[in-house]
């Protein structure tokens, strides 16, 4: 299968996305770090703007692919259909690379960070920040941060105790936000009749994913964070969050492939019925 210009730039948007996402989990260790948690989910934020940013350009250019294929759905149906499937599939491979990177970027993260966060404190703007970041001295420094994850922390997190409920909800939430948008678009050419109704079933979808991050994992994860803010906790127990968070959304972006069909063909159940 030959993978065009276009179809390459929502790979490589889409590993961006997932690494900034996944380097998101390391904000609140570098805040506890630090001392400074408003601070450093306030500069995260700056950060986040790459993400959204590359959302906002990947979107369209998903649905310049799907108008392509609908145009020719009604001549070949199945092979459009199975020619889509393989680009969906790449497009959530890319998925999980980019979280793997990203897990493997945290430590490195969290040092880099934890310099921003210092450095604003003295600079006192963003843009200050930034020109300061840019400097020769500076490139050399950050670039001298970055370590992989050594063995010694691999092995002391093997031995720590995992919160299943979190990790499996984790994987679940994140399958579902993979998935939904590409299962929503797959599932408009599976039957074009209800186009609109299945691409529009998106919010739903995530909707529910939403539901179970903002009840159940952010609210411990918070938890978890605040006491070791306070003392009450160790550094250790928010680092080993970040890494269950980290891996789990792996097992979620995997996971985004085995339900990738059945979602699509929920949603066109669905949109039947509407």
């Known amino acids: 299968m030959a993978i065009t210009h276009r179809l390459w730039l929502v790979l490589v948007l889409t590993a961006l996305i997932h690494l900034i996402n996944t380097l998101g989990y390391s904000v609140r260790l570098a805040g506890v770090r ?6 450093a989910f306030s ?6 703007l790459v993400s959204s940013t590359a959302n906002t350009i990947q979107a369209p250019l998903m649905g310049k692919i799907i108008d392509r294929a609908g145009a020719m ?12 499937s393989r680009e969906m599939r790449l ?19 969290v040092r880099i960070f934890t310099k921003g966060i210092f450095l604003f404190e003295r600079v006192g703007s963003v843009p200050g920040m930034v020109k300061m970041l840019l400097s020769p001295q500076k490139i050399k420094s ?7 994850p050594g ?12 919160p299943k409920r979190i990790v499996v909800l984790n994987i679940l939430v994140t399958g579902i936000y993979t998935t939904g948008v590409l299962s929503a678009l797959y599932a408009g050419l599976m039957d074009i009749n209800h186009v609109r109704t299945a691409t529009n079933m998106t919010g ?14 952010d609210p411990k994860v918070a938890s ?10 160790a550094e250790a127990d928010v680092k080993d969050m970040t890494v269950y968070l980290a891996l789990s959304r792996i097992g979620g972006t995997i996971l985004a492939q085995a339900i990738f069909f059945p979602a699509a063909w929920f949603i066109v159940q669905v949109a039947k019925l509407i």
């Not at 890319?94 to 793997?100: L, Q």
């Not at 063995?151 to 995992?162: C, E, M, T, V």
């Not at 978890?224 to 906790?233: M, N």
């Open 34 to 39: 630090t001392q400074r948690l408003a601070l």
């Open 43 to 48: 500069l995260w934020n700056v950060i986040f």
């Open 73 to 84: 759905v009604a001549v070949n149906r199945q092979e459009v259909l199975l020619a889509v």
């Open 91 to 109: 497009v959530l491979l890319a998925a999980t690379v980019g979280t793997i990177l990203g897990t493997i970027m945290i430590p490195s993260f």
């Open 142 to 148: 950050l670039l001298g941060a970055v370590r992989l």
């Open 151 to 162: 063995k010694k922390q691999i092995a002391h997190i093997s031995r720590q105790k995992i």
């Open 204 to 217: 739903i979808i995530n909707g529910l994913a939403t539901v179970l991050g903002v009840t159940v994992i």
């Open 224 to 233: 978890i964070t605040d006491q070791a803010a306070r003392g009450l906790r």
